[in-house]
């Protein structure tokens, strides 16, 4: 099974914008993000609506540190948590650009620049193309879990979702970095019926792409700077260290998860890290692509990983299922 | 994988709950609450004199306060801490009805807030009338055997 898909036309990060909320302000990569909302709800009455807003801002401020006009691009492909991916078609309706909404759970970051990506590799006329992501905290418990403001404890292997949002460009320049391989995740069973681990749950898929992309690509662990994973938490990411360290020794030292990043993680109530797809694409365009522009990180593997589930799955006890798309991220040289 | 040996890495790498300071903290946080509502009922009694309207006001009191805190918002990072200390007693229920109203409302008062409001609280209900009718033909049931002996 011939998996890696590798792509031989130039894709390049043309700008990339990171929007968040009140506690991803105060987090870590606080002051590396666009914009913070101190209110989380971006002028909107409603969290649902705030989500899409988040995308429409996170797009319009990528477009803006670009210098392009929306009408630029070709193809924009975003997705984010809410039921039907309601937030981001009603939020990027505005645009008025050819539109894919990708839903993989919190894979969705990865997943949309992988099918722009392959879109652009497939149509050499294709100048530009964006793909943005967004999860609210608030939207998502309401839809996952319970009421905002109900009074429960939760479990220590639980995971906050992340008010956030990430909108990258991808064009044709010569510049860095560059998605250069795409690699489609599998299903891969999580082993638990638990809600409140999903980041154990997503681990299996995790090792599951990472180890299939060593195999087949034969690549070394060495060529890379850091492989990293979507919101595993601190749960996920002990299991897929050690599922790494089994299989690929040495490769667990290189991993490191946007779920551990993106909040402080002593002083906030976040229990076992971020989740939600927002917090794979902040941490990409707060982080990792500026690090890789000042050259901190040659070239990463970057795996967003999703937990394919819903409220009523999850209460007939099914388990969780993980995904795990891959794309390889480098500078040239 | 083995399905077994998922579970079992899930299971190594998962902290525990702590369920000591939980429950001391729920002990800690139940025992004010209800504490000050006795101090309430007594300084009702002694006030009103009737013991069942002054238990009924008491209750309302905390399912007033308790709703109260949840609509500004504190409910919930009290509740992070005590657990089933306000949990268990009414303020839990207030505060699973309020918070469910106040996240339906931008649905609209019928189909939003009227279809939604017990949903969390619903349970309770159901369970709790339930078990009352059950209870209540037991004690029928033990009545009517007394009579007869």
Not at chain 1, 226 to 244: C, Q
Request: charge should be neutral.
């Amino acid at each position: 099974m011939n998996r890696i898909i590798k792509l031989k036309r130039t894709v390049s990060f043309c700008s990339v914008a990171a929007v968040g909320g009140y506690e991803e302000r105060r987090g870590p990569l606080g002051e590396r993000f666009d914009f913070c909302d101190m209110t989380d709800t971006f002028g909107q009455d409603t969290f649902e609506r705030a989500e899409g807003e988040m995308g429409k801002l996170a797009l319009n401020t990528a477009l803006t540190k670009a210098n392009l006009s929306h009408n630029e691009l070709s193809l924009l492909v975003a997705g984010d948590l809410q039921n039907q991916c309601v937030g981001t078609s009603l939020g990027l309706s505005g645009f008025g650009v050819p539109f894919l909404g990708v839903y993989g759970a919190c894979s969705t970051c990865t997943e949309a620049l992988l099918v722009l990506s392959a879109m652009m590799e497939a149509h050499a006329d294709m100048r530009y193309g964006a793909a943005v992501t967004t999860s609210h905290n608030s939207a998502a418990e309401r839809q996952f879990r319970t009421p905002i403001e109900y009074g429960g404890q939760r479990a220590p292997s639980a995971q906050w979702t992340s008010t956030a949002g990430g909108a990258f460009i991808l064009g044709r320049d010569e510049r860095e970095p560059r998605i250069t391989e795409l690699m489609v995740g599998r299903i891969v069973d999580g082993g638990t019926t638990d809600g409140s681990n999903m980041g154990g749950a997503m681990s299996f898929a995790a090792a599951d792409t990472i180890i299939s992309y060593f195999r087949e690509s034969g690549a070394s662990i060495t060529d890379f700077d850091a492989i990293v994973t979507g919101d595993l938490g601190a749960v996920g990411s002990d299991i897929l260290r050690e599922l790494l360290s089994r299989e690929l020794p040495g490769s667990e030292r290189l991993h490191t998860d946007c779920g551990l990043m993106l909040y402080d993680m002593k002083n906030s109530d976040v229990h076992s890290g971020a989740s939600g797809c927002g917090t794979s694409a902040a941490t990409l365009a707060a982080h990792f692509i500026p690090e890789m522009r000042e050259k901190k990180y040659r070239r990463i593997l970057f795996l967003s990983t999703g937990a394919l589930m819903s409220p009523q799955s999850l209460l007939q006890k099914q388990n969780i299922a993980g995904i795990a798309p891959l794309i390889r991220i480098e500078c040239s040289q | 994988m083995e399905a077994n040996e998922k579970k079992r890495l899930i299971k190594k790498h998962s902290p525990h709950t702590r369920v000591l300071k939980n429950a001391v903290m729920s002990f800690i946080f139940g025992s004010i609450i209800c504490g000050s509502g006795q101090i309430i009922f007594r300084l009702l009694q002694s006030y009103i004199g009737d013991a069942r309207a002054s238990a009924t006001l008491v209750t309302l009191i905390f399912i007033f306060i308790g709703s109260a805190l949840t609509g500004f918002g504190v409910f919930d990072r009290i509740a992070r801490h005590a657990g089933a200390g306000t949990l268990v007693p009414v303020t839990g229920f207030s505060n699973a009805v309020t918070s469910e109203a106040m996240d339906s409302e931008s649905e609209g008062t019928v189909l939003g807030v009227g279809s939604k409001i017990f949903t969390v609280a619903g349970p309770v209900i159901l369970f709790g009338v339930a078990s009352g009718v059950v209870y209540g033909i037991i004690f029928f049931a033990a009545r009517l055997i007394a009579q007869m002996l």
